[in-house]
């Protein structure tokens, strides 16, 4: 299986950055897909940005699109979620998924709070 460990996060002031960390371990041949979601407080879990490891093609969310960069680097079996100009909006539960065939596998966790 694989597993995903996050790092990163915690709180800053609005217009600044945080980088958040999520690597894998195990079968990490076998991804295929790499998503980072949030989950702000009474909100639905959603899907900000996402990346397809045979291609390096990526998506966003409209609301964090030309702010927020996803990335990996190979080497570290790391997946990167650069966030900047921070709103008090991108407050919320960060989590990593990774898709392989017939399963997804989630990262634990961290929050982030945008907040003067």
């Known amino acids: 299986q694989v597993r995903l460990v996050q790092s990163g996060g915690g709180m800053v002031q609005p217009g600044e950055s945080l980088r958040l960390s999520c690597v894998a371990s195990g079968d990490t041949l076998s991804i295929k897909t790499v998503g980072w979601y949030r989950q702000a407080p009474g909100q639905l879990r959603e899907l900000v940005a996402s990346?397809?490891?045979?291609?390096?093609?990526?998506n966003y969310a409209d609301s964090v699109l030309g702010r927020f960069t996803i990335s990996r680097d190979n080497a570290k079996n790391t997946v990167y979620l650069q966030m900047n100009s921070l709103k008090p909006e991108d407050t919320g539960d960060y989590y990593c998924g990774a898709s392989v065939p017939g399963d997804y596998f989630w990262g634990q966790g961290t929050q982030v709070t945008v907040s003067k």
């Open positions: 990346l397809l490891t045979t291609s390096g093609d990526t």
